[in-house]
């Protein structure tokens, strides 16, 4: 833990979320959608992060991104949410090289491990962050600026008490969409019953009020898209015989 602290990736590890203070200065506690996991960084991912951080690597700001200025380029941008290891996340920014990637993980190995596979496909287009992901759309994602957002298997909470802790809540899916540019999507997908129907129920009961559209010609799910890899939980939940939901919702 001290070596940590003494570390540029021990440090980030410190600061996923900024702290809130009510107006007499009371710390405020929020409902968060993630515990911080204990699990170690690897000395390879912990130099990952201090090495690469320059060139790929994002910090939370009090202030609206400039995505032209962080990708030299005007490319729609897509957000990921918790990308885990990274991996399906850098499989598709090398498919995609007309996209730009921001990818937005808590969890600092996989942070660590995203940066090296980034590294061993030489993609570009993709820049990461270390921070809780409901704070850099609230307050450094500008409008209608983004072409996408993708949550693939999020935390499903599974015990009722834990739902409030699931990400995908309306006012979530109101702010995501107002980042959205028209004609941008919503791509969730999860391995948990439960957690699929919510999905389906929050989006449908904003998509009116908001300007989303089901693309699922049965008003629910669509079929498995190829564009989507396999990712590491999702991989997980096969073995153990799950079925996906995947949901698709484009800004009109
Ligand atoms: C169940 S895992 C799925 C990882 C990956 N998408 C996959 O399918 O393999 C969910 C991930 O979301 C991350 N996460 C949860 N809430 C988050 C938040 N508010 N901001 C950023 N990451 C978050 C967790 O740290 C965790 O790694």
């Known amino acids: ?43 390879y991912q912990r130099q990952m992060m201090n090495d690469n951080w320059a060139n790929y690597g994002v910090d939370y700001q009090d202030e609206l991104f400039d995505f032209a200025k962080i990708y030299g380029n005007s490319h729609p941008v897509v957000l990921e949410i918790g990308f885990g290891m990274g991996k399906s996340l850098v499989e598709m920014a090398a498919q995609h090289p007309d996209r730009n990637y921001l990818g937005i993980e808590v969890h600092t190995p996989g942070v660590g491990a995203c940066l090296a596979y980034a590294l061993e496909k030489g993609v570009k287009n993709l820049r990461v962050m270390c921070h809780d992901a409901t704070e850099v759309l609230r307050d450094c994602i500008a409008e209608n600026s983004l072409g996408g957002l993708q949550l693939f298997f999020p935390d499903p909470w599974q015990k009722a008490k834990h739902h409030k802790r699931r990400i995908v809540q309306p006012a979530f899916v109101e702010t995501v969409a107002k980042k959205l540019q028209t004609g941008g999507f919503i791509h969730f997908a999860t391995d948990w019953g ?31 898209p190829d ?25 009109e």
Do not use: C
Not at 227 to 251: A, S
């Open 1 to 43: 833990m001290t070596e940590q602290k003494n570390t540029f990736a021990g440090q980030k590890r410190k600061t996923v979320e900024s702290a809130e203070f009510t107006e007499d200065g009371r710390y405020k506690r929020k409902v968060r959608s993630f515990v911080l996991r204990t699990g170690r960084l690897s000395e």
């Open 194 to 224: 439960n957690y699929a129907e919510h999905m389906l129920g929050v989006l449908q009961s904003v998509q009116s009020a908001v300007g989303i559209r089901n693309v699922s010609i049965t008003n629910d799910y669509i079929e498995r």
């Open 227 to 251: 564009f989507r890899p396999l990712t590491k939980f999702e991989q997980r939940g096969h073995k153990l015989g799950h079925r996906v939901w995947d949901l698709y919702f484009i800004k």
